[in-house]
């Protein structure tokens, strides 16, 4: 008779076997439900918002007015910003067809998005919505607007909006964006029944989180900072430097993580009888949340001043956030990330 | 978390097993070789480096490398084995299975870059290895002349994008390649850059004029057929990896009788299918007995099925599992990325742990064979 083999270390494996006396299943469907209609609302944010963001475009376009480029800038960092909330879910619809690098192809050390929409500011012909769907993950997102947006340079060129061909490819992206929005929140409702009645998804989603934190911390913020590799301060390392919102990606993130993932988490603490875990956790979002009051919305201005003691400061509070992931929310419901079941090939 | 139903079913996989005639093949084996493991791990301090192992676990070399390291070869008729860096690897390093010293770090022609893994001519003359020339997306296989310190003397098409696992074919002059299908680009990092349009196959190729001798398509098109051993008899078993969505669980296990084309993917049942999430990591082919184990890490799976009658033998609950090779006599080694070394006994009894150093074993193991 084969012996079953399991690997995990024996504290948690008692835990583990813990929840599973304790916790019933439709307590632990109950919270597999609610984590799906958190992150179901966070997608509904992306399409909708995605879909002003459209709408604002074409009516920039037709209309240049200074206040119709204010409205659609605004309509751009509200879409963008939904992104960043729902950014942490790396599995599910958002899998398909590398549909998150196409929302946002970052990091970008090779500048593709300002090459690539150069390239197809100066091709000749047709540039529509369905040019885009197969022109590259570069071109697809969030970064080529901003590129249109905010970049300083091509806003000097003879080309800047509201240039014929520039608002051609300005609204081809924006409805490119708009329609995997709306594929995306379809899908994550089209696996509603499937996302709740599979308990690996409870896995799933708290390994979703930690990578996410660690993302966060180690190359949203710490690569900027200098923590990594050659040690260099560099603002251009960061995300959404273009529209000076750096930090303000790695706030609605930390939000997102705080409103669509952390209460269904909280149902699951609270069935396997850890409610203090809960509330541990719960306090290391507010803490690392409350830095941002006194943080502006962009990383360059702090890292060569007097302000990056104030990175530091966010940095350490991701830090005890990763950690009350890592050493009591994992092992506690039986989690496990694996290095070849996460990173294989 | 073991259940019952799996204990029961378990225990229904082994009673079937015993029934099956691998007694006496178990005997054909060459008596007084040896079988050591190479594998690429990584440190608990995040290091890449390449361990070579006896079958009791025993470390008999070590060495530190610049990048993670993915599939590896022996060469044939030489204390040489050939460890290669992960897609898209620049390198791949030689090995004295002896001294454990890095003999040569070998590095990839311009514009192309390594999938992991290589074979070997059965002279030991040439090296086939899986490639992607970036600039046009188009998978190659680089020919190599270990002759002449591994210099790159041509180079044939691999039928296709993204060329994974390749084996030499028993006949000696054929090469059994999984084509993965999937595009990537290095200026993408490991971005999937054509999942709609993917075409993967599992294809035999001449290795004198790089004929397409047999193509066998999986029976989806997002079925990314990656990696793949043969036995003596030409007997394939390929395992895929879906890029599908996640509800769905096609099948992931081919088997091709090569002589014959015949070529089919086996049905693991509702069950244990989608409990493999879409995911195999390596597979092994027993070459004296009838039995291949596949691991799958996602799902934490080991199966062995037995690959003359192409049904399930039993499986294994391994958390991380990935590293599979036959040893002879021993039946095969097993490495998880959780730091584990077993050895799986021919008689599929329970695993044996083996006292190995704690690393996070990664995907493959090479296994080398010393007289």
């Not at chain 1, 835990?15 to 019933?24: D, E, G, I, Q, S």
């Not at chain 1, 996410?212 to 690569?223: C, H, K, N």
């Not at chain 2, 192992?53 to 490398?65: I, K, N, P």
């Not at chain 2, 049905?267 to 597979?283: F, H, K, P, V």
Request: charge should be negative; proline fraction near 5%.
């Amino acid at each position: 008779m084969p012996s079953l083999v399991s690997l995990r270390p024996l504290r948690h494996y008692l835990l583990a076997m813990a929840l599973f006396v304790t916790a019933t299943s439709s307590q632990a469907n109950e919270a597999l439900t609610r984590l799906h209609q958190d992150i179901g609302h966070g997608y509904t944010q992306l399409s909708e918002t995605s879909n002003a963001l459209a709408d604002s475009a074409s009516a920039y376009c037709r209309a240049p007015t200074g206040e119709n480029q204010a409205k659609l800038r605004e309509n751009w960092r509200e879409a963008f910003l939904s992104w960043q909330r729902v950014r942490f879910v790396d599995f599910g619809p958002i899998e398909q067809n590398s549909l998150a690098w196409q929302f946002q192809f970052w990091p970008d050390p090779k500048n593709l998005v300002a090459s690539k929409v150069s390239f197809w500011l100066h091709q000749d012909g047709e540039l529509t919505v369905n040019t885009i769907d197969t022109a590259g993950v570069a071109v697809q997102g969030f970064p080529a607007l901003e590129y249109l947006l905010w970049e300083p340079t091509f806003l000097q060129s003879d080309q800047a909006l509201p240039a014929a061909r520039s608002c051609d490819l300005l609204t081809a992206i924006s409805q490119h964006i708009a329609r995997n929005a709306q594929t995306v929140t379809a899908g994550w409702y089209d696996m509603a029944s499937y996302y709740e009645s599979t308990d690996d998804y409870s896995a799933t989603t708290i390994k979703a989180a930690m990578s996410a934190v660690e993302v966060i911390r180690d190359r949203r913020l710490g690569a900027p900072m200098g923590l990594r590799g050659n040690g260099r301060r560099n603002a251009y390392q960061a995300d959404a430097w273009r529209s000076g919102l750096s930090l303000e990606t790695i706030r609605a993130s930390l939000e997102g993580l705080d409103t669509l993932f952390s209460p269904g988490l909280g149902m699951e603490l609270d069935a396997a009888g850890a409610s203090e875990i809960k509330q541990r956790l719960a306090a290391r979002l507010t803490e690392a949340l409350s830095n941002f009051d006194d943080l502006p919305d962009g990383m360059a201005p702090l890292l060569n001043g007097d302000g990056y003691n104030s990175l530091q400061a966010l940095y350490i509070d991701l830090e005890l956030l990763e950690q009350v992931l890592t050493d009591d929310v994992a092992p506690t419901l039986g989690v496990i990330r694996g290095f070849n079941s996460s990173d294989g090939d | 978390m073991t259940t019952r139903r799996q204990v029961l079913r378990l225990g229904m996989a082994s009673l079937a097993l015993a029934s099956a005639p691998m007694g006496c093949a178990l005997f054909q084996q060459p008596t007084g070789t040896e079988h050591l493991l190479f594998s690429a791990a990584n440190t608990p301090e995040g290091n890449y480096t390449l361990v070579g192992l006896d079958s009791a676990g025993q470390v008999r070399s070590q060495v530190t490398v610049g990048d993670r390291c993915h599939g590896g070869c022996q060469r044939p008729g030489s204390r040489q084995v050939l460890l290669f860096a992960r897609r898209p690897g620049r390198h791949f390093y030689v090995i004295d299975t002896l001294s454990g010293q890095l003999l040569a770090s070998i590095d990839a022609e311009p514009d192309h870059h390594f999938y992991g893994h290589g074979a070997f001519s059965p002279d030991g003359r040439y090296l086939y290895t899986t490639e992607n020339h970036y600039p046009s997306g188009q998978g190659v296989i680089g020919v190599y002349d270990a002759s002449t310190g591994y210099t790159r003397v041509r180079q044939l098409a691999a039928g296709g994008i993204g060329p994974h696992e390749v084996r030499m074919h028993p006949d000696g002059n054929t090469l059994v390649v999984a084509l993965g299908g999937i595009q990537t680009h290095p200026d993408y990092q490991r971005i999937k850059l054509n999942l709609e349009t993917m075409s993967p196959a599992l294809l035999l190729i001449d290795r004198h004029d790089g004929t397409v001798l047999q193509r066998h398509e999986p029976s989806h098109q997002q079925l990314s057929c990656r990696h793949l051993d043969v036995s003596p008899d030409g007997t394939v078993i390929a395992g895929y990896q879906f890029q599908g969505p996640e509800w769905q669980a096609p099948p992931l296990i081919a088997r091709l009788d090569s002589q014959r084309g015949d070529f089919r993917e086996l049905s693991l049942g509702d069950g244990l299918q989608s409990q493999l999430r879409n995911y195999t990591a390596s597979i092994a082919v027993h070459p004296y007995l009838p039995l291949s184990a596949i691991t799958a890490p996602r799902g934490g799976k080991l199966l062995v099925i037995n690959h003359r009658s192409g049904e399930l033998a039993v499986t294994y609950d391994v958390d991380d599992c990935a590293g599979i090779m036959a040893a002879g006599q021993r039946g095969f080694l097993l490495t998880s990325g959780t730091g584990a070394v077993f050895q799986l006994p021919a008689n599929l009894g329970a695993l044996i742990p083996l006292q190995a150093p704690t690393l996070r074993w990664d995907n493959h193991l090479t296994a080398v064979t010393v007289a």
